[in-house]
C-alpha cells in the first residue's frame, strides 16, 4: 500500500508543479505507475551503488536528477515544500494549496474523485494541505510537531485514487 501512496504522492507533486509553472514545471511528462516504478527502483540502486563509490559525482547528479523527477519526499520533505511555496507566491499563487475545494478541483480527475467520492477527496485534500502547513511552519519546531502529528494518522486512511491498469494520463 505504500507504494502506490508513494506514486499518488508523485502524481499529486506533479500536477501541482504543472499548474503552477514557471520554475516548478517538470521537465518530463507524467510518469505513469510502471516506469515511476521502474526509475524509482534506478534511483535507489543508484544511491546504493554512490555510498560504495569512490567518484559519485556522476552518479549523484543522476541521483538527483532521478529525485526531480520521481517528486520524491516532495510532500514529506519542509525544505523542499517550503521552497515551492515561495516559488508558488513569486507564480501569483495557485488556488489548489488555498482551500480544501481548489486542491479537489485542480489535482484530481473526474474519475479519480468518482473513485474515491467526495469524504475521500475531502481527506487527500485535508492530508495533502496539511503536510504543506506544517512544512510552511516547520521554522518553528513546535508548531511543525503539532501540525505534522495532527496530520499524520490520516495517511494510514489515505483513499487511493489509482485505478491500476490505467494510465492516469489518459483518465
Known sequence: MEHLLEYQDYLLAYRLRAIVGGPLRPAAK?????EYARLRIERQRLAKALLASDDYRDGLRRVEALTDQLNFGFWHNPGET????KKVVQAG????????????????????RRR???D?????????LGLVRASAAYLDPDVFTRL???????????????ALGEDP???
Open 169 to 171: 494520463a489518459l483518465v
Open 116 to 118: 474515491v467520492g467526495e
Open 30 to 34: 507524467e510518469l505513469p505507475m510502471p
Open 120 to 128: 475521500g477527496a475531502s481527506t487527500l485534500a485535508r492530508y495533502y
Open 148 to 162: 505534522r502529528s495532527e496530520i499524520e494518522p490520516l495517511r494510514a486512511s489515505l483513499p487511493l485514487f489509482l
Open 82 to 85: 517550503v521552497t515551492v511555496l
Open 93 to 112: 499563487g495557485c488556488p489548489a494549496l488555498e482551500s480544501e475545494e481548489g486542491f479537489v478541483d485542480a489535482l484530481l480527475t473526474r474519475s479519480e
